[in-house]
């Protein structure tokens, strides 16, 4: 019995074969031409796996998600930042919309049952990071400190290759309403940057007790490659580019925990 379909005769399967085999060459091809060793290439295998997981991957996108407020545009005109604005005090807003219903009714949502008496004066939201955990099964949480003491060549915490985990940021947001928190993360191992990621929190109010995000679960990258020691940088923005923490750490991937 013939290991192919009646629907398809040696010929095409040939062909199609021919077609696949060419465009392997092509990419060889290319490999050879950018001057890539062995050592280059293995390089390039550990960066696919962290790439499974990364929110954006090209060049171009992270240019984008780089600016934050200032690249992405609403209109065919004007940027972000040009249509937002000015910032005004919480208190103001709500009093210089209170004629429009729709819109008041969505601040009402979003602020929850706020007590306005709370609320300061100032412009700024007040955000502070109070937490940032990595959440691994059968094992117990990974706290980083907060403000963290990175120390030079020395990992700040041990990972295990091919472990699923999840992250748990616990922040505190006061004063006014702080629009497109975002968590971006980078990492670099032997110079070489492997992974980059962004995550949109979302927008939240003023509120007294403590806010909580866990991401989508991931899964650290195995193999010999993947093991090693790694140095990454965490920063927590918004949509008007201020930063309301940013920290260096390091960690190391191994077979074991």
Known sequence: MSMFTSSRNK?????????????????????????????????????????????YETDEEEQYGAKVGEE??????????????????????????????????????????????SIGERLEPDVKILSLSMLCQDRADLILPIPF??????????VKEGSRYSLKFCFSVLDNIVSGLTYINTVWKSGVRVYNTRVMLGTF??????????????????????????TARTKFVDDDDRCYLEMNYSFEIRKNW
């Open 11 to 55: 010929s095409e399967v040939y062909s199609g074969f021919k077609s696949e085999l060419g465009e392997v060459k092509e990419i060889v091809e290319e490999v050879g031409e950018a001057g890539l060793s062995g050592d280059d290439y293995s390089d390039e295998k550990l960066l696919s796996q962290f790439s499974k997981s990364l929110y």
């Open 72 to 117: 992405f545009f609403l209109g065919p005109h004007l940027p972000l930042k040009e249509q937002l604005g000015p910032l005004l005090p919480l208190k103001e807003q709500l009093e210089k919309d209170k004629e429009d219903e729709s819109l008041r009714r969505w601040k009402e949502q979003l602020l929850g049952s706020l007590d306005m008496d």
């Open 149 to 158: 003491a990175s120390k030079s060549k020395v990992s700040s915490f041990t």
């Open 205 to 230: 109010s003023p509120q007294q007790e403590p806010c909580t995000y866990v991401t989508k679960e991931e899964t650290t990258p195995s193999g010999i490659l993947a093991r090693g020691y790694y």
